[in-house]
């Protein structure tokens, strides 16, 4: 046992730029899912619709959308680091305002901060995820990887199950203010971090000086460069229907298991466990990285057949062993997916690529969100059979992943594989 965590433990301990990077996402990302609950909780006393509480989780999405090209495009032309920075102070701030909404009248503010919060962090995260490559080996990527998402999975399932005891029982207010100074935290971190950046040259900046130049060819570079496209589409494809699924669960929590925000908090623990333990399993069954791309499909149609298990069950118990299973599964392809993006992208086109990933999947997210939210709100379907239909959904995903992309992704590493055996030839 030891053994198998010493590669998280050295990394940690001897790698002190990536520990400052990886304590920033820590503190930030509990501050966020502690918080989560306390909107929904917002939405529900003010509201109680189901469309409304559909609709935050659209506009957070929509909002990452909308501003993840500029996003993309700032941080691969400015300092990373600063932009992060910034990013955490003016997050931390926002949260802050969530605490002026005391009536209905008001309840247009949650959207309005939710998207000003979702702008900054369509900065910060491709800037956190194109700086990992920068602050570690060739060695250490998928080790640091898999622990930011270890840490995600045990901060996400932490956050939300004291955040759903501490909305309940402190009020939203007291989370709020937890939330907000945990972005103040987060900024020192990145503030004593050294994050090596390669920055584009006076010809590229000159070039790429109007922004839509800039955007432009980077959705240009992922076009001309189907090896990274398959990876960039992963995360989309999958959240097309695991982002309806997850919503529900907050209906299910709430009109099924009759708990509320405490039967939320222990079904996303049990999200968060999953996608922390799913990396760790994932690549001791997939050891070759020329096997990820297949196995993003052989994971979708896992997920797919686990939350078909979880729309037909009534014990909480039971729906948080399967809603774990399922998101292994999604954490593993979140893990695969990123990497490969990380070793395929230069470090000018990072930035960019990851933004426009998150552009894919927060346009999935919301569309399948909004979908969902339409099914139930016009009773079209039943909570469970919505449910069994996006699982079936996923599942024909996956059939579809196996069969149309992956044999692509079977020439590109046979081709690599004799590009590689003729330059060796060659020297």
């Not at 990302?29 to 659209?58: C, H, M, P, R, T």
């Not at 922390?276 to 052989?298: C, D, M, N, Q, T």
């Not at 999935?364 to 969100?369: E, K, T, Y």
């Not at 996006?390 to 590493?413: D, M």
């Amino acid at each position: 046992m030891k053994n198998k965590i010493k590669p998280y433990t050295d990394l940690v301990r001897n790698n002190v730029n990536y520990r400052r990077l990886w304590l920033a996402q820590i503190i930030s990302n509990f501050g966020d899912w502690f918080g989560i609950l306390a909107v929904y909780a917002i939405i529900q006393k003010y509201s109680g619709s189901e469309f409304l509480l559909g609709l935050i989780i659209v506009v957070k999405m929509l909002s990452l959308a909308f501003s993840s090209p500029l996003a993309g495009y700032i941080t691969d032309r400015f300092n990373r680091r600063h932009l992060m920075f910034m990013s955490d102070i003016a997050r931390g701030i926002l949260v802050l305002c969530f605490i002026l909404i005391t009536t209905a009248e008001l309840l247009w503010l949650a959207y309005v901060i939710t998207a000003l919060q979702m702008v900054f962090s369509a900065v910060f995260e491709p800037a956190k995820t194109s700086s990992i490559p920068n602050v570690t080996s060739d060695k250490e990527l998928v080790v640091a990887n898999i622990l930011s998402a270890a840490s995600w999975s045990i901060i996400f399932t932490s956050g939300m199950a004291i955040g759903g005891f501490a909305t309940a029982y402190l009020g939203t207010d007291v989370v709020f203010m937890i939330n907000g100074f945990s972005y103040a935290l987060s900024s020192v971190f990145i503030y004593r971090a050294n994050i090596p950046q390669k920055m584009m040259s006076s010809a590229e900046k000159k070039r790429t000086s109007n922004p839509l130049v800039g955007i432009t060819e980077g959705f240009r570079y992922l076009k001309n460069n189907s090896q990274v496209l398959r990876p960039a589409m992963a995360k989309g494809t999958f959240t097309m229907c695991v982002g309806a699924m997850v919503y529900m669960l907050i209906i299910i929590a709430e009109d099924v298991l009759m708990l509320g925000s405490i039967g939320l908090g222990i079904l996303y623990a049990a999200r968060g466990v999953g996608t922390g333990l799913g990396p760790v399993v994932g690549r001791r069954i997939f050891k070759l990285e020329s096997g990820w791309i297949r196995a993003i499909g052989f994971f979708m149609i896992f997920c797919g057949l686990m939350y078909g298990f979880v729309s037909s069950m009534n014990s909480i118990i039971l729906m948080s062993i399967f809603v774990m299973l399922a998101h292994m599964a999604s954490g593993s392809n979140w893990v695969f997916s990123t990497v490969l993006l990380q070793r395929r992208a230069p470090d000018v086109f990072r930035g960019r690529v990851f933004s426009i990933e998150w552009l894919i999947f927060t346009v999935a997210q919301s569309f399948s969100v909004m979908a969902a939210a339409l099914i139930l709100e016009l009773d079209l379907l039943t909570i469970r059979q919505t449910m069994g239909l996006f699982s079936g959904l996923l599942v024909l995903s996956g059939i579809a992943w196996l069969y149309q992309v992956a044999p692509k992704e079977s020439l590109y590493s046979e081709e690599s594989k004799t590009h590689y055996q003729t330059e060796k030839t060659i020297i």
